[in-house]
Nanobody
Framework: QVQLQESGPGLVKPSQTLSLTCTVS??????????WSWIRQAPGKEREGVAF????????YYTDSVKDRFTISRDNAKNTVSLQMNNLKPEDTAVYYC?????????????????WGQGTQVTVSP
């Protein structure tokens, strides 16, 4: 099983930009049937999958609340999966996790992902 490590925590003001990076070790992010996601959990709320991407194809999905603001991307050479977050809002405040699953199809439910990083805090506050 691969290991995942998030980086890029931050405190930003509304409308600002922040990028998170998930460094993957123990395997290639382009391995067939690996899918990657960014999942967040705010205090007192259920975890929410916000962005999903295939490791070997161009399949991609965003939850409505982040569509057109967040972008998930792969850097195959660095073996990383990143989340670029633009126009951040206070409601984006949460712990963000990088997660992976080995399946034959892009899964868009956070509960389907079984390999998680430790998480990184993102706080959006005036």
């Amino acid at each position: 099983q691969v290991q995942l490590q998030e980086s890029g925590p931050g405190l930003v003001k509304p409308s600002q930009t922040l990028s998170l990076t998930c460094t993957v070790s123990g395997g290639s992010i382009t391995t067939h049937n690996y899918y990657w996601s960014w999942i967040r959990q705010a205090p007192g709320k259920e975890r929410e999958g916000v962005a999903f991407k295939g490791g070997f194809d161009n399949s991609e999905y965003y939850t409505d609340s982040v569509k057109d603001r967040f972008t998930i991307s792969r850097d195959n050479a660095k073996n990383t999966v990143s989340l670029q977050m633009n126009n951040l809002k206070p409601e984006d405040t949460a712990v963000y996790y990088c997660a992976a699953v080995f399946k034959g199809v892009l899964l868009i439910d956070a509960g389907d992902y079984d390999n998680w990083g430790q998480g990184t805090q993102v706080t959006v506050s005036p």
